[in-house]
Nanobody, 126 residues
Framework: DVQLQASGGGLVQAGGSLRLSCATS????????IAWFRRAPGKEREGIACISLSEGTTYYSDSVKGRFTISINNAKNAMYLQMNNLRPEDTAVYYC???????????????????WGKGTLVTVSS
């Protein structure tokens, strides 16, 4: 049974940093593409970062490239999203997700994944 649970959200001032964590179980990072999505108030869901170890690919949306970093800790069955230089427009509920058959790319992130964790709210004040 695949499970994911995001945590680490909170309130931060613009320019600050947060690290989101996602505890996972029931699958191997070697076989699944993992990703972070977000949904801002009144906006569509946005795929912002993904990793596929099997394909050796990492992708970031233009909105977060250079500020956010996605990573994996295999030993802890955890994935992370380090968010630096946060902006008010980064305010959103953030979700971690995984899928065994998913292309980590701009086109791929337009689609949802098979497995989702409950979101964690990030609020960036100006």
């Amino acid at each position: 049974d695949v499970q994911l649970q995001a945590s680490g959200g909170g309130l931060v001032q613009a320019g600050g940093s947060l690290r989101l964590s996602c505890a996972t179980s029931g699958f191997s990072f070697d076989d699944y593409t993992i990703a972070w999505f977000r949904r801002a108030p009144g906006k569509e869901r946005e795929g912002i970062a993904c990793i596929s170890l099997s394909e050796g690919t990492t992708y970031y949306s233009d909105s977060v490239k250079g500020r956010f970093t996605i990573s994996i800790n295999n030993a802890k069955n955890a994935m992370y999203l380090q968010m630096n230089n946060l902006r008010p427009e980064d305010t959103a509920v953030y979700y971690c997700a995984s899928d065994p058959d998913y292309t980590c790319s701009y086109a791929g992130l337009l689609y949802g994944m098979d497995n989702w964790g409950k979101g964690t709210l990030v609020t960036v004040s100006s």
